[in-house]
């Protein structure tokens, strides 16, 4: 249907057309302001923990289903589409979740390595392996679906005997180590942000391959990444604040054997004082009136890995 704007007045065509751009423009900063908010902690008080393993994977399908209901890296058609914070945000989060179900089919939920896979659980892991970043065929938003609901299979089998999970000081230790690399390389990124660092990182060659010199990779931050580095490690700390809950519950009578409780409350601490909100990310030197926000939560988020490192021994001690 054509719009007639023929009984319209040049000057009254020059408002009405700035009226309707004003109001797609405001339509716009308000769908970009209430998608840019970050989710809350996960709260694990009300569900329902008699059976090990349930907060763990409860804790992983709360995550996904923030995700599904709102996933934003492969929004094409949206004015979120214009957006970069979040979506490094979750990524961030879905990191965790892999590593997660990851863990939980190749460990957590078998006796010996040997044993078969769960096969629910490695549905889970499956459909979170697909492109973050894809917008059909299939959607992201689907394989989050599909990883939810297997997730649920499995919930129901631990609650009636048919699947299992192992609360193990080992098991604990695998998931604990993912943790850590990937917590170390989020914050490669977060330290290598300010504007005066020149560095770059020497890649190891393969076998075979020990008279060539080591390839060097530029690692230097452009300015215009600092903030999406900084959304993503927050969205790891996010993932991981939620999975430590969990584990308190789960790994409960490992953690008291091990004196770690205190341990773990206090990288709870630590992950939690990651979330603060800048109205602008800088990326100030040591002597500017700005701050440098990266290195800021870069502190926080390696005492917490230092924190997991610390655990990591502790559980590996007899």
């Excluded at 908010?37 to 090990?52: A, F």
């Excluded at 999970?165 to 990937?182: G, T």
């Excluded at 409780?261 to 603060?276: A, P, Q, S």
């Amino acid at each position: 249907m054509k719009l007639d704007l023929g009984f319209f007045s040049p000057g009254k065509k020059k408002t009405l057309i700035l009226i309707v751009l004003a109001a797609l423009l405001l339509f716009m900063i308000v769908v970009m302001w209430i998608n840019s908010i970050k989710p809350d902690p996960l709260d694990l008080r009300e569900l329902d923990t008699r059976v090990k393993g349930t907060a763990f994977v409860q804790a992983n399908q709360i995550l996904i289903d923030h995700m599904h209901h709102n996933w934003l890296p492969n929004d094409l058609f949206w004015p979120t589409a214009l957006l970069d914070n979040m979506p490094n945000f979750q990524i961030g989060e879905l990191e965790v979740i892999r590593y997660n179900t990851r863990v939980l089919r190749d460990n957590l939920s078998r006796m010996r390595t040997t044993d078969k896979l769960d096969p629910d659980a490695e549905s889970a892991f499956t459909a979170l392996s697909n492109d973050p970043y894809k917008w059909w065929f299939p959607s992201s938003e689907s394989k989050w679906k599909l990883a939810r609901k297997h997730l649920g299979i499995y919930h129901d089998n631990l609650l009636n005997g048919r699947s299992h999970f192992y609360p193990r000081a080992d098991n604990l230790v695998e998931l604990l180590s993912q943790y850590a690399s990937l917590m170390g390389g989020a914050n490669t990124r977060l330290i290598n942000a300010p504007r005066d660092l020149d560095q770059s990182l020497a890649l190891e060659g393969g076998p075979g391959e020990d008279s060539k010199p080591p390839k060097m990779v530029d690692i230097n931050i452009p300015w215009y990444r600092v903030d999406n580095n900084f959304y993503y490690a927050q969205g790891i700390s996010h993932a991981l604040h939620g999975s430590f809950e969990a584990i308190k519950v789960d790994f409960k009578g490992v953690l008291v054997d091990k004196n770690s409780v205190t341990l773990v409350d206090k990288i709870l601490e630590d992950l939690n004082r990651c979330h603060f909100e800048p109205i602008i990310i800088l990326n100030g030197g040591p002597a500017s009136l700005f701050a440098n926000h990266s290195l800021n939560l870069s502190g926080m988020f390696n005492d917490a890995r230092q924190k997991i490192n610390s655990l990591i021994v502790a559980l590996k001690q007899g």
